[in-house]
């Protein structure tokens, strides 16, 4: 079994919904890169998520939404473009947050799950964490696992534990 008929089978995908998306944007030539926890497994034992996070450049987002095939559900939230598909329980969420444009210039192609992507750089992935993780007005499960990508990041790559708030770090040392 590859592993993204691995990843189509846990999203109960019908459809290859993930392939159909990064097709449309590279057909349309738009730049992209792919954060949370999806972008942590590009550089980490890999996890399953059922959610695709992904920054693209904001000049577009309007123009992309037009492009989308009719059976694509969109949903606007205050801090994500959410689509999704009936043949799939991949959802995808592009992120509005302006922060994360910069993550554009120093992504790079990357093979996660089987699907080559450009994914933000570890740096960058980690920032974003750290800014999800911050963010109180999240649920507390998704702080959680916001926390345990952070560990996950670091542990691959140990000189992002200076960039730690004091209070993650107490979090992590508690944890380990």
């Not at 939404?65 to 994500?80: A, G, I």
């Not at 109180?136 to 560990?151: F, P, T």
């Not at 992002?160 to 209070?167: H, S, T, W």
Request: glycine share 2%; proline share 2%; hydrophobic share 40%.
């Amino acid at each position: 079994m590859t592993a993204k008929t691995f990843f189509n089978s846990i999203t109960n995908g019908k459809k290859d919904f993930l392939q159909e998306f990064i097709e449309l944007l590279e057909k349309e030539n738009i730049s992209y890169c792919v954060i949370g926890g999806l972008a942590v497994n590009a550089y980490a034992e890999p996890l399953v998520s059922l959610d695709l996070d992904i920054v693209i450049a904001s000049r577009v987002t309007d123009k992309i939404l037009l492009l989308f095939p009719r059976d694509w559900k969109v949903k606007t939230e205050k801090h994500s473009i959410n689509i999704s598909v009936t043949d799939s329980d991949l959802q995808v969420q592009i992120q509005r947050d302006e922060r994360y444009q910069e993550f554009m210039k120093r992504a790079e192609r990357k093979n996660v799950l089987g699907y080559e992507l450009f994914v933000a750089s570890i740096e960058d992935v980690f920032q974003g964490k750290l800014w999800a993780y911050s963010d109180n007005e999240r649920r507390q499960s998704k702080r959680q696992k916001d926390l345990a990508d952070i560990m996950r990041l670091v542990e691959v790559d140990s000189t992002l534990k200076k960039n730690l708030p004091k209070e993650i770090q107490e979090k992590i040392i508690s944890n380990s």
